[in-house]
């Protein structure tokens, strides 16, 4: 059976792959699993039907058979655990990669969706050029943390697993910001995952559907 997911209709980030669903479409590309999507305009998203299944109206939603799930990470956690390729054989090891997609959202994540409020909905706010620094400097934090467990390998724990698609869905938000310039291990990282055939595959889908509906 086919999974359905949803997306935005028009994507607030203009087809960057910063949407949820990006880390979805992801792992559905990196297990080869084939996937239909529905798209969901901002209206939509607040409707009753959307809500049954994500119950803060929020995207991605992942539909098969009669199953029904929300939030990115429990998606991701799914695939990887019904598809070979995004989680190791070896007990242990699956542990330590479901340990660092916890530790993407649970703790890198949150300061750098803090810096995008800073920068996109605070920027005019009096307080805004005081703000933006001590968040900046968090994230810092948290970059040299990460900077320091990855060193010299190329992922996070041998293989690339579901922990790096996630991190590196995390860590790939601050491509703009400058801030991936000063810890050049984590910045090749990004770019070792958004070389793999898988990532490109779910980014050109993305963008092709913030492409139309720019056309639209």
């Given at each position: 059976?086919?999974?359905?997911?949803?997306?935005?209709?028009r994507?607030?980030?203009?087809?960057?792959?910063?949407?949820r669903?990006?880390?979805?479409?992801w792992?559905?590309?990196?297990?080869?699993?084939?996937?239909?999507?529905?798209l969901?305009?901002?209206?939509?998203m607040?409707q009753?039907?959307?809500?049954?299944?994500?119950?803060f109206g929020?995207i991605?939603t992942?539909?098969?058979?009669?199953?029904?799930?929300?939030?990115?990470?429990?998606?991701?956690?799914?695939?990887?655990?019904?598809h070979?390729g995004?989680?190791?054989g070896?007990?242990?090891?699956?542990?330590?990669a479901?340990?660092?997609?916890f530790?993407?959202?649970?703790?890198?994540?949150?300061?750098?969706?803090?810096?995008t409020t800073?920068?996109i909905l605070?920027?005019?706010?009096?307080?805004?050029?005081?703000r933006?620094p001590?968040v900046d400097?968090?994230?810092?934090?948290?970059?040299?943390?990460?900077?320091?467990r990855?060193?010299?390998s190329?992922w996070?724990?041998?293989?690339?697993?579901?922990?790096?698609?996630v991190?590196?869905?995390?860590?790939?938000r601050?491509?703009?910001?400058?801030l991936?310039?000063?810890?050049?291990?984590?910045?090749?990282?990004?770019a070792?995952?958004?070389a793999?055939?898988?990532?490109?595959?779910?980014f050109?889908?993305?963008?092709?559907?913030?492409m139309?509906?720019?056309?639209?």
């Amino acid at each position: 059976m086919i999974p359905t997911i949803t997306a935005f209709e028009r994507s607030p980030d203009g087809g960057r792959g910063l949407a949820r669903d990006m880390q979805v479409r992801w792992a559905l590309e990196e297990v080869g699993q084939a996937y239909d999507v529905r798209l969901v305009s901002f209206g939509g998203m607040k409707q009753p039907a959307h809500v049954a299944i994500s119950p803060f109206g929020n995207i991605p939603t992942y539909e098969e058979g009669n199953l029904a799930l929300f939030e990115s990470g429990a998606i991701v956690f799914h695939i990887a655990e019904r598809h070979a390729g995004l989680l190791p054989g070896d007990a242990n090891a699956r542990s330590r990669a479901i340990a660092w997609m916890f530790a993407a959202f649970s703790t890198v994540e949150p300061p750098i969706l803090e810096r995008t409020t800073a920068v996109i909905l605070e920027r005019d706010a009096p307080w805004h050029d005081e703000r933006l620094p001590l968040v900046d400097d968090r994230i810092r934090k948290r970059l040299a943390e990460l900077s320091r467990r990855l060193g010299d390998s190329e992922w996070l724990d041998g293989a690339f697993s579901a922990g790096d698609l996630v991190m590196v869905g995390v860590v790939r938000r601050l491509n703009r910001s400058g801030l991936l310039n000063e810890f050049p291990n984590l910045a090749a990282y990004v770019a070792r995952g958004e070389a793999r055939p898988a990532f490109k595959r779910a980014f050109n889908a993305q963008l092709a559907v913030a492409m139309a509906a720019s056309n639209g």
